[in-house]
């Protein structure tokens, strides 16, 4: 698998994470190229400070401007 497309553009952007319901910080996005389609990734980390991927489907950025 190798990372196609890897942007830091979003690195800090606030999301909430649709899958667990919880909030993450995104630090890059990248394109995951499998065999008959590519699926846009955002890797993200955790409250907890654990790293995972995410399709960006699955997250949301967070409006930190009340």
Known sequence: MALKN???M???TKIY???TNEIGLLIYTWTNSF???DI???TCVDK???R???EMDEITPVDTME
């Open 6 to 8: 890897k942007n830091d």
């Open 10 to 12: 979003l690195f800090g």
């Open 17 to 19: 994470n649709n899958k």
């Open 35 to 37: 065999a008959d389609r």
């Open 40 to 42: 846009e990734y955002a």
């Open 48 to 50: 907890n400070g654990k």
């Open 52 to 54: 995972y991927n995410i």
